[in-house]
């Protein structure tokens, strides 16, 4: 709840009767109670921060060379899995294989969006 004053008026008492609520209060630039009366009823007002950030994490594939992951994806040791006794291990070998090679190619990175 971010407005403090209260937005009902009466000739005996003085109420606050109307919530904004929100969830990041970093996120309202202003907040308050108009002096205009509708009747004896103010209205409540709140502004957005213009700075809203977003941070996403993406794949960055911006210097991402296809020749050079193919090359790198046939000299993967492939052959190893046949070694491996279960089938959730042969799964958790391939994902590590795929991931390791994504993550050289293309990493993970964060970044902060206005």
């Not at 996403?56 to 911006?62: G, L, P």
């Not at 790198?72 to 052959?79: F, K, S």
């Amino acid at each position: 709840q971010i407005v403090k004053q209260p937005t009902r008026i009466t000739n005996i008492s003085c109420t606050l009767i109307d919530l904004i609520l929100v969830s990041n209060l970093s996120m309202v630039k202003t907040s308050g109670v108009s002096s205009i009366a509708i009747a004896d009823h103010f209205l409540s007002l709140k502004s957005n921060s213009n700075l809203e950030h977003k941070i996403k994490t993406y794949r960055d594939f911006n210097s991402f060379s296809a020749a050079d992951f193919t090359t790198d994806l046939v000299n993967l040791p492939w052959m190893d899995i046949i070694y491996l006794p279960t089938v959730d291990d042969k799964v958790l070998y391939l994902n590590e294989l795929i991931l390791t090679l994504f993550e050289k190619h293309a990493p993970i990175k964060t970044a902060r969006f206005t």
